[in-house]
């Protein structure tokens, strides 16, 4: 059996609910916005989050 590091395990997890919840707080932010580009601007930003995001995740299912 290979042995894990569960605290670098537990350290990934954590970063992934910060940037969570930072993609939440952007997203509630695009009810506010009035200007098209300035949506779009903030639209990207979140898709780009979002990428990292998912692979950050496909790291932790792999370190486990």
């Given at each position: 059996?290979?042995?894990?590091?569960?605290?670098?395990?537990?350290?990934?997890?954590?970063?992934?609910?910060?940037?969570?919840?930072?993609?939440?707080?952007?997203?509630?932010?695009?009810?506010?916005?009035?200007?098209?580009?300035?949506?779009?601007?903030?639209?990207?930003?979140?898709?780009?989050?979002?990428?990292e995001?998912?692979?950050?995740?496909?790291?932790?299912?792999?370190?486990?």
């Amino acid at each position: 059996m290979a042995f894990r590091d569960y605290r670098k395990i537990s350290q990934l997890v954590d970063e992934l609910d910060e940037q969570y919840q930072h993609i939440n707080s952007l997203k509630a932010e695009l009810k506010t916005i009035k200007s098209l580009d300035e949506y779009n601007e903030l639209a990207a930003k979140i898709n780009q989050l979002v990428e990292e995001y998912n692979e950050k995740r496909e790291n932790v299912k792999n370190a486990i």
